[in-house]
């Protein structure tokens, strides 16, 4: 088991030094899957510490899922390469509005097995929302006042495109990315930029807005029926569409993920020339899975695959602001066909999702969903 020590020059304090050391030995394997972590009082005599400055470390960790107390047991490492993501190294201030959420007396008592999650629990936290917003209006002031670029802020659009690398392994550039108020408005725009005249191909059963909005659009669209894999490739291959929408994570309201095997179909099918994929990934951040899900995107991301996603999942369904990502070697031609449209996200609401991404609290709140969803999943006894 790794050292740890504290140094009293730093102006941090000592239980964040400590919980940035440890989180770091942890991601790095240094600390695998299942093993056990100090007793609060050998870390605490290690590192010159009281029990409770280890125990606050322990609870910031425990929160965001990087480790889990077994009772009467200790602490032992539940973090696995790809099931949490990444997040920025702990400040005092994040910190500090961490210890608001949750009560850390108690955080050292929660099971192995944990309740059912409840919409309530899933929901972004309020006063977290709040601090930020209060601190983007103090940092920007009156420039949150001028019109934003047509696709959006640059410096939204560059904080995404960080995260997508980081989480989906997505490597696109910022002018790949359009900013729009919701899914909807983003559909409309997909169809200015592939054009009327186009069938769209959907997913049977899927969310009915879909398909509402794609016509209201002017487009036509067809069903392709589904089975536990995905979207049936023999009524892929017979059908005269050539855009396919498709969910391929936890697709509403069958709840079906595409097999890899299945992607890769998709991805076959769109190889043929003319043909495109709207891959809609809007509950991908909550997955339970051990191992991220390869996007469509990421398998093909030079031609044939738009990828898009919303913040109304993750943060609140208030937030009307989704992103689309353009395929690199059509994005210029694409954009060129909706240049006139003006972007209809405030300035102030995106700053306000850049710094919640850049300061770590985005993925910090998505790594509590799904750490509370896999507890809740456990069985009785296990």
């Known amino acids: 088991m790794p050292q740890y020590s504290i140094n009293p020059q730093f102006k941090q304090p000592a239980y964040l030094q400590l919980y940035n050391q440890l989180c770091e030995d942890i991601t790095r394997g240094l600390c695998p899957y299942g093993s056990r972590?100090?007793?609060?009082?050998f870390l605490a005599a290690e590192t010159g510490t009281s029990v409770i400055t280890v125990q606050h470390a322990y609870d910031l960790l425990a929160d965001e899922g990087y480790i889990e107390s077994r009772e009467r047991s200790g602490y032992f490492v539940s973090y696995k390469e790809n099931e949490l993501f990444p997040v920025a190294a702990m400040t005092e201030e994040s910190a500090a509005e961490l210890s608001e959420l949750t009560d850390v007396h108690e955080i050292s008592d929660i099971p192995i097995r944990g309740p059912v999650v409840t919409p309530e629990q899933e929901q972004f936290p309020f006063n977290t929302l709040a601090k930020v917003a209060r601190k983007v209006l103090s940092d920007y002031g009156e420039s949150l006042m001028v019109r934003s670029p047509n696709s959006g802020t640059v410096f939204l659009r560059e904080t995404i495109a960080q995260y997508l690398a980081r989480s989906r392994r997505m490597n696109v550039v910022p002018n790949q990315i359009i900013i729009g108020s919701g899914s909807e408005y983003l559909y409309n725009l997909i169809v200015q930029m592939l054009g009327r005249e186009r069938i769209f191909?959907?997913?049977d059963p899927s969310y009915e807005k879909i398909k509402l909005v794609y016509e209201a659009s002017g487009v036509r669209c067809r069903m392709l029926p589904m089975d536990r894999e995905g979207v049936r490739l023999s009524a892929l291959k017979k059908t005269d569409a050539t855009v396919l929408h498709v969910t391929p994570f936890n697709s509403y309201p069958s709840g079906i993920t595409a097999t890899a095997s299945r992607r890769a179909?998709?991805?076959r099918w769109a190889s043929a020339e003319d043909r495109f994929i709207i891959e809609d990934d809007f509950d991908s951040e909550f997955s339970m899975s051990t191992k991220a899900e390869d996007t469509l995107f990421s398998l093909e991301p030079e031609k044939s695959v738009i990828y898009m996603n919303t913040f109304t999942r993750t943060i609140s369904p208030a937030v009307r602001v989704g992103y689309m990502v353009l395929p690199?070697?059509?994005?210029?031609a694409l954009q060129e066909k909706i240049s006139f449209y003006s972007c209809t996200v405030p300035v102030f609401t995106q700053h306000l999702l850049a710094e919640l991404i850049r300061n770590g609290d985005?993925?910090?709140h998505i790594n509590r969903v799904r750490r509370r969803r896999r507890q809740g999943a456990e069985p009785v006894g296990k």
Do not use: T
């Open 265 to 267: 179909g998709y991805i």
């Open 328 to 332: 690199a070697k059509l994005s210029a």
């Open 362 to 364: 985005f993925e910090r």
């Open 201 to 203: 191909a959907l997913e």
């Open 37 to 41: 972590l100090p007793s609060k009082r």
